[in-house]
């Protein structure tokens, strides 16, 4: 039978109970099944880290003392390489306290004898804790996906303009091939007939005159120099299509869970592109990337909408600025170096600069001071927690009111 308590289905809950007792462990697996609970029983830790290996475990209750690896070491080798939870049991009060084995990073501590009651409470106990987590960790990757799709969606207007200018000009250079083309076609049929009267020895003065006309008609000098410019600039085109679409790939790529080493001088140039028409009318770029900088161990999507969110803001904020002063284009500017351990990433802009009175709430999810359709205040909220939560990372800001703004952001070198 299939046990809810709270809308939980507890049947996909694996518990992994472990005791040199053969008695503990039948009690212990009579009631943990009775509450709906799947279960498997280990006389050892050996055998545990044996079942470990085998199938996933979202709690461990094991015995302390044990014969060969002990609780203590079994609970640490369990947190540094599986999710499982870990409740620890003893008999010998007082040689371990609750403090001790709550710090080696054990979810909760039973003393025996217990009763199947205190079981049961510290089990479900656990179990809703685990929910909560991974509740959580799903309002994250919604919110995050959620936000990237927005982000894209705001922007598309801007990309699609920035895809339009090189059609533009890739369009106007294919007709005026086309037109020169058809002029050099006549011009050719008009050789080909010179050419076999002049085999023939039959070429006359007429002849030769309509090719003259022909040729001044046509303007070889300046066909020939425009045709190889023409061509390479709608291979340019193509070319800045391409890196648009591939960035807007990256970007639209369903969100890769992994984190995989990545060159974040890339990422930015990606999110340069993507968000070019969120700036490029108010801001001039300048991009000092290290070509040293190490790969670092990172979620690629994830980053990008860190870089594109704070690029947004960036560009935001110079124009606010220059449409408030009708000044001169601000400037925005991406460095990357690496230090002992870590690759920082600046990005600072020219904007308004961000007032003191709230430096401190920017970071707050959905707090914005920008026009409703303009901004939703997730942006940095979602960079944040990308970066500290996810990455191990930390996101720093400098600001002078009125003079610009800097986010600095740095990320742990080696194994995330
Ligand atoms: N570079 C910056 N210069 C000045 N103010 C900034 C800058 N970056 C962020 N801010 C301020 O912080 C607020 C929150 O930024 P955040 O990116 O979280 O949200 P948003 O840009 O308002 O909306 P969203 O990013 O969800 O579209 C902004 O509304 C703005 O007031
Ligand atoms: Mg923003």
């Not at 999710?83 to 010998?92: E, F, N, P, R, Y």
Request: with cysteine; glycine share 6%.
């Amino acid at each position: 039978m299939v046990q809810k308590h709270s809308g939980v289905d507890k049947s996909r809950f694996h518990i992994l109970i472990v005791d040199d007792e053969e008695p503990i462990q039948k009690l212990l697996k009579r009631t943990l099944n009775s509450q709906g609970f799947q279960t498997r029983t280990a006389s050892n830790g050996k055998q545990a880290l044996t079942y470990l290996k085998e199938e996933s475990f979202d709690i461990v209750i094991s015995d302390i003392a044990m014969p060969g690896i002990s609780g203590i070491e079994l609970t640490k080798k369990i947190l540094s390489a599986y999710s499982a939870d870990v409740i620890l049991m003893t008999g010998m009060i007082s040689q371990y306290h609750y403090d001790e084995i709550i710090g080696i990073g054990a979810s909760d501590f039973i003393q025996k004898p217990f009763t199947t009651e205190e079981i049961i409470l510290r089990t479900n106990r656990v179990i809703r804790e685990r929910c909560l987590k991974e509740e959580q960790i799903h309002m994250h990757n919604q919110l995050a996906q959620a936000q990237k799709l927005e982000s894209i969606g705001q922007l598309s207007a801007g990309i699609a303009h920035e895809i339009n200018t090189p059609i533009q000009y890739i369009s106007d250079n294919t007709f005026f091939l086309k037109d020169v083309i058809s002029d050099l076609n006549l011009l050719m049929e008009k050789f080909l007939h010179l050419f076999k009267a002049a085999k023939m020895g039959s070429i006359d003065a007429v002849m030769l005159e309509q090719m003259e006309t022909a040729l001044d008609k046509t303007d070889l000098e300046y066909i020939q120099k425009e045709i190889p410019q023409a061509i390479d600039q709608a291979i340019e085109g193509i070319d800045r299509i391409k890196d648009i679409i591939q960035a807007m790939k990256v970007f639209s790529h369903p969100g890769q869970k992994e984190h995989v080493p990545i060159d974040l001088n890339q990422c930015l140039q990606t999110a340069i592109t993507i968000s070019k028409n969120e700036w490029k009318n108010t801001a001039d770029l300048s991009v000092n990337l290290d070509p040293a900088l190490p790969q670092v161990v990172c979620n690629p999507g994830e980053m990008n909408q860190v870089f594109l969110n704070l690029l947004v803001n960036a560009g935001h904020a110079i124009s606010q600025k220059v449409a408030s002063q009708t000044g001169d284009k601000g400037n925005i500017r991406i460095s990357t170096t690496s230090t002992q351990g870590w690759v920082e990433i600046k990005i600072s802009d020219t904007g308004t600069g961000i007032p003191e009175a709230i430096k401190t709430q920017i970071f707050d999810p959905f707090f914005t001071t920008k026009d409703l359709g303009k901004g939703t205040g997730q942006g940095l909220a979602i960079s944040r927690s990308i970066v500290e939560e996810r990455h191990q990372g930390k996101i720093k800001m400098e600001t002078r009111e009125g003079k610009g703004t800097t986010f600095i952001i740095l990320l742990p070198l080696g194994k995330i």
